[in-house]
């Protein structure tokens, strides 16, 4: 049986992922801001990884969901907390949930940044209005993360 996460991504998504886990995850490629997500399950509490691209904007670091809300996002939303892993070096996060202005502004400059990645996913035209722009907002979680996690200040 096919779980609704797996069933959500194509064959070729798939395959992508397990080359880049393999390739940051495991042999610690330095891809540029390539990490891999760890976070704990909300129901279960097993360990889930996804690979992810860290935008850095304004003195802070953001994760955003290209793909709208998803497992990695509902797990890392009621986690609080997550790691980033390429190879052996691991980095515990705290990631808060961002609204507003924060969460558009990042969705401009990772959709910017990253564009030939993952554009298809924003649904935007080039540019877009700022109109089409607090919409596709509402679409894709944001998280700003900060170094620590549970047991640490």
Known sequence: MIS???????LRARSFNALVKTLVGRL?????????LRVHGRSSG????TPVLVLKERGSRYL?????????????????WGELMR???????RAVEVI???????????????????GRFFDLPHGGTDE??????????????????PGRS
């Not at 610690?28 to 891999?36: A, D, F, L, N, R």
């Not at 955003?64 to 609080?80: D, I, K, S, Y």
């Open 4 to 10: 609704p996460q797996r069933g959500a991504l194509g």
């Open 28 to 36: 610690g490629v330095p891809v540029p801001h390539t990490y891999i």
């Open 46 to 49: 097993t360990l889930h990884t």
């Open 64 to 80: 955003v969901a290209p793909r709208g809300e998803t497992q990695w996002t509902r797990n890392l939303h009621a986690a609080g």
């Open 87 to 93: 190879g052996r070096r691991v980095e515990r996060v």
């Open 100 to 118: 507003g202005p924060e969460r558009k502004r990042a969705i401009r400059a990772y959709e910017r940044r990253y564009r030939l990645l993952i």
């Open 132 to 149: 089409e722009w607090r919409r596709a907002a509402r679409r894709h979680p944001v998280f700003r993360l900060a170094s620590g996690g």
